[in-house]
């Protein structure tokens, strides 16, 4: 019996979803076609009439991983701090897509890089209306640095096998953040109003 046009979709969200999960659990090239299948109770031969390759489907998962942007917090530093937590870095199957795959996305096809560069896009725009900064340029350096930054010590947090290593990347990368952060002229701007006021 042929499955109807609306179950197709389903088991197709369903593959993606499974697939996203996977992946960011165990890597791209850990994660066979026939396991992301198994794990949607559908068969391995099926796949083709949804996906043409696993680097299709790779590509689309990436696509739906990195689609649905969050609203942005209202300040970068609440931003880093929540992104740098120890539940962040225990949580790579339900967490940051880029964290977790970022680095292997170098070795995939250009459908895959071109999703995961898409939303780097995005996100950069996103975080630059949140940066501190005088002008468009120091914001959009701001957000790209806070950015790699934060990404760079999760993926280093992750890789630690001590846990008192893994901490500290996490709470000395937020410590040099606000460091950051407290050199924004807005912020200098205040702290020499409140100084001349007699106020800290």
């Avoid at 068969?43 to 949804?50: E, S, V």
């Avoid at 937590?85 to 339900?94: E, I, K, L, Q, Y």
């Amino acid at each position: 019996m042929k499955a109807s046009r609306e179950q197709v979709l389903e088991n197709k969200r369903a593959i993606l979803a499974a697939a996203a999960q996977l992946f960011r659990q165990r890597g791209f090239e850990s994660v066979t076609v026939a396991d992301v299948m198994k794990s949607v109770g559908l068969t391995h031969g099926g796949f083709y009439g949804y996906f043409k390759s696993k680097d299709d489907l790779i590509a689309q998962a990436l696509a739906c991983m990195l689609g649905h942007d969050a609203a942005p917090p209202a300040n970068l530093a609440v931003y880093a701090e929540r992104y740098l937590s120890p539940g962040r870095r225990a949580n790579a199957v339900d967490g940051c897509s880029v964290a977790a795959l970022a680095s292997e996305a170098l070795r995939q096809t250009s459908g895959a890089r071109s999703a995961m560069t898409a939303w780097l896009k995005r996100q950069i725009d996103r975080l630059s209306r949140i940066s501190p900064g005088a002008d468009e340029a120091q914001k959009r350096r701001n957000a790209i640095g806070t950015w790699a930054s934060v990404v760079g010590a999760v993926i280093m947090a992750r890789m630690s096998d001590t846990s008192a290593l893994s901490d500290e990347v996490l709470s000395e990368t937020r410590a040099w953040l606000a460091v950051q952060d407290s050199r924004s002229p807005k912020l200098q701007a205040r702290t020499k109003r409140r100084r001349a006021r007699g106020i800290g």
